[in-house]
């Protein structure tokens, strides 16, 4: 279809296999001289180790954190962070999965929050009224419950959802939880959502920070003071402002730090990343 489209033979080759063995190929031959990859951390740090002194870009992942601060518009806020946790059941790199609140608005804030997760439909992804569709395998769906199941045991409290039915897990929030839980220190990739509340914007910002990711977050406040500050400390690729974590629009610099990885996509910065710089000096001077 491209080359029908007018792209030159050759531009654009797919080269198919199963398992670890093409990839393993791609990265460690000498005719390649980048290497992208979308997936784990795992992997991605084997591209990285394999590639040599090739030019590696990265994109591996998030357990997004979503502040939200003393002062917003909780009923646009609440919404957004459902929406945003549990739309694609979870299975985006930027989707929302921490939530923290601070504890002046934190009662109407869970009372919003549940009840927009409340009104989400879950069902069958063909239907246009769907909101929460099935994982990707029924295997997943599992992993997902399991994690749940193991935060609960470990003290965590369900306050909508938890339970699997199939390949589809209801969209979950959980509260009560601990720093070393798999639904907060990894990436869940699956409809569940953590919320949790903090005192101070101190507080707050470490708690942004207590991760090995960092591709992007959100935050609510209606305080520049706050925004900017948030924007400078939290470390991550991307800091939303009165938007979630999963905000991405196509021509942004999109990447992260940490365990979320390396390089920039978006049409600009993924051909900075693609291009080689090259200094040409002519020496003019007359002899």
Not at 100 to 122: D, G, H, M, N, R
Not at 231 to 260: K, W
Not at 276 to 286: H, K, S
Request: with cysteine.
């Amino acid at each position: 279809m491209l080359e029908r489209a007018g792209l030159p033979p050759g531009y654009v080759n797919l080269v198919v296999g199963s398992g670890a063995t093409v990839g393993e190929w791609l990265a460690t031959h000498a005719g390649v001289q980048l290497v992208t990859f979308t997936g784990s951390p795992p992997v991605g740090a084997r591209i990285k180790a394999q590639s040599g002194l090739k030019r590696v870009i990265l994109e591996l992942g998030n357990n997004s954190g979503n502040l939200v601060h003393a002062e917003p518009n909780t009923p646009k806020a609440a919404p957004l962070l459902a929406a945003r946790a549990f739309g694609a059941a979870g299975q985006s790199c930027i989707a929302v999965q921490r939530i923290y609140v601070q504890e002046s608005i934190w009662e109407p804030f869970l009372a919003a929050l549940q009840a927009a997760t409340a009104q989400l439909k879950v069902g069958n992804p063909l239907d246009p009224e769907t909101d929460v569709g099935p994982l990707i395998t029924e295997a997943e769906a599992a992993r997902v419950a399991a994690w749940i199941d193991e935060a609960v045991a470990g003290g965590a409290r369900v306050l909508t959802g938890g339970r699997r039915h199939g390949s589809v897990v209801e969209p979950t929030l959980l509260t009560d939880v601990t720093p070393t839980m798999k639904v907060v220190c990894r990436e869940v990739f699956g409809p569940v959502a953590t919320v949790m509340p903090y005192r101070t914007l101190d507080e707050g910002l470490r708690l942004m920070n207590d991760t090995e990711y960092g591709l992007q977050a959100g935050v609510f406040t209606q305080s520049l003071e706050v925004a900017w500050r948030a924007a400078r400390e939290i470390r991550a690729g991307g800091v939303i402002i009165n938007d979630t974590s999963a905000y991405r629009a196509d021509l942004m610099p999109y990447g992260g730090v940490g365990l979320s990885g390396m390089g920039r996509e978006g049409p600009r910065y993924a051909i900075e990343e693609m291009t080689d710089i090259r200094m040409v000096v002519f020496n003019l001077a007359q002899s």
